[in-house]
């Protein structure tokens, strides 16, 4: 993963919007967040960060995990819960998710047949997509199987 092209799309992001500074915190959390596997909440992210002893706020944390929505660096989602999960969206493909409602497990999948009717349907309506996500809530194999 280049680190370099995700420092120069939050760099120009920051220039252009011209609300928010340029700090080492918040490529900090850049970097952390690029290295995530799979789907984390602020807060997590923010106890991984301390405990790696990178000093930042939590406020910090939550400011920049919306400025790097806004530039597309990273995903936000509500899954059946109260609290936001994120993913890295640099470098990784559109999909989408399955979320077991038993015990959480959350399924990304991808489907051609799902991404063609998304743009068809946009053509049709003159729609300018900027993201779509399909969440589907169910039981998965594992919770389908226990007794």
Avoid at 35 to 52: K, P, V, W
Avoid at 84 to 103: D, T, W
């Amino acid at each position: 993963m280049d680190f370099q092209e995700a420092h120069d799309i939050l760099t120009n992001h920051l220039k252009a919007s011209g609300k928010h500074r340029a700090t080492p915190e918040r490529f900090a959390i850049l970097d952390a967040v690029l290295q995530s596997q799979g789907h984390f909440d602020a807060e997590s992210l923010y106890y991984r960060m301390i405990t790696n002893g990178v000093k930042v706020s939590k406020a910090t944390v939550y400011n920049t995990l919306e400025i790097l929505q806004d530039c597309g660096l990273v995903s936000k989602y509500r899954f059946a819960e109260n609290t936001s999960r994120y993913e890295k969206a640099f470098g990784r493909p559109h999909h989408h998710h399955m979320i077991c409602l038993n015990c959480g497990d959350i399924i990304e999948f991808v489907n051609d047949k799902i991404e063609r009717i998304q743009e068809e349907a946009c053509n049709e309506k003159n729609f300018k997509v900027q993201s779509t996500t399909i969440q589907i809530f169910g039981t998965c194999s594992k919770c389908t199987k226990r007794p």
